[in-house]
T-cell receptor, first 112, second 113 residues
Framework: DAGVTQSPTHLIKTRGQQVTLRCSPKSGHDTVSWYQQALGQGPQFIFQYYEEEERQRGNFPDRFSGHQFPNYSSELNVNALLLGDSALYLC???????????FGQGTRLTVV | QKEVEQDPGPLSVPEGAIVSLNCTYSNSAFQYFMWYRQYSRKGPELLMYTYSSGNKEDGRFTAQVDKSSKYISLFIRDSQPSDSATYLCAMSSLGGSNYKLTFGKGTLLTVNP
């Protein structure tokens, strides 16, 4: 049973550029959440997608946007990258309203 | 005041010790409580998932929730070097339109052989 998979695993971008991260949820799950984890901190909620719509959003600027596809996979897009966007980006999947969430291995984004 | 407080440690114990990890929280609406283990540069792995107050045991791990004190704990018995990781507590209220998990900062645990 494939768990949550994310791509790429590592990424280096230049300030001002745009980036797209991808996530495939655990088999049988239909809900995808994205989190940002800075070094030495706990994950911070960015947003959650369910039925191809953003269901809830955390305290992140509009530069952060996302999408969910009919097969439940999801993308996270970040525009106009800042140095402070450097972090581990985590995707979590769950089923419906169930809060039992399973995480992928993350994408480590470095902005230089 | 942060919604979830967790002592970041670091915590260092000898192999075989009983480890106690704790979180406190301020939001009385939290009903679902989780513990995740995160190895360096990896994603968090779900260890325990509990609802409301009480204890839950899974092998060497026991999760305890005391909603009256807004305090949760994770106990690890017979700790092993492979338990060395950062342990994150997470909580959710799942009320209205809230689906997110709120995390503590994590406690770094080292189990020495």
């Amino acid at each position: 049973d494939a768990g949550v998979t994310q791509s790429p695993t590592h990424l280096i971008k230049t300030r001002g550029q745009q980036v797209t991260l991808r996530c495939s949820p655990k088999s049988g799950h239909d809900t995808v959440s994205w989190y940002q984890q800075a070094l030495g901190q706990g994950p911070q909620f960015i947003f959650q997608y369910y039925e191809e719509e953003e269901r809830q959003r955390g305290n992140f600027p509009d530069r952060f946007s996302g999408h969910q596809f009919p097969n439940y996979s999801s993308e996270l897009n970040v525009n106009a990258l800042l140095l402070g966007d450097s972090a581990l980006y985590l995707c979590a999947s769950s089923l419906g309203s169930n809060t039992e969430a399973f995480f992928g291995q993350g994408t480590r984004l470095t902005v230089v | 005041q942060k919604e979830v407080e967790q002592d970041p440690g670091p915590l260092s114990v000898p192999e075989g010790a009983i480890v106690s990890l704790n979180c406190t929280y301020s939001n009385s609406a939290f009903q679902y409580f989780m513990w995740y283990r995160q190895y360096s540069r990896k994603g968090p792995e779900l260890l325990m998932y509990t609802y409301s107050s009480g204890n839950k045991e899974d092998g060497r791990f026991t999760a305890q929730v005391d909603k009256s004190s807004k305090y949760i704990s994770l106990f690890i018995r017979d700790s092993q070097p492979s338990d060395s990781a950062t342990y994150l507590c997470a909580m959710s209220s799942l009320g209205g339109s809230n689906y997110k998990l709120t995390f503590g900062k994590g406690t770094l645990l080292t189990v020495n052989p």
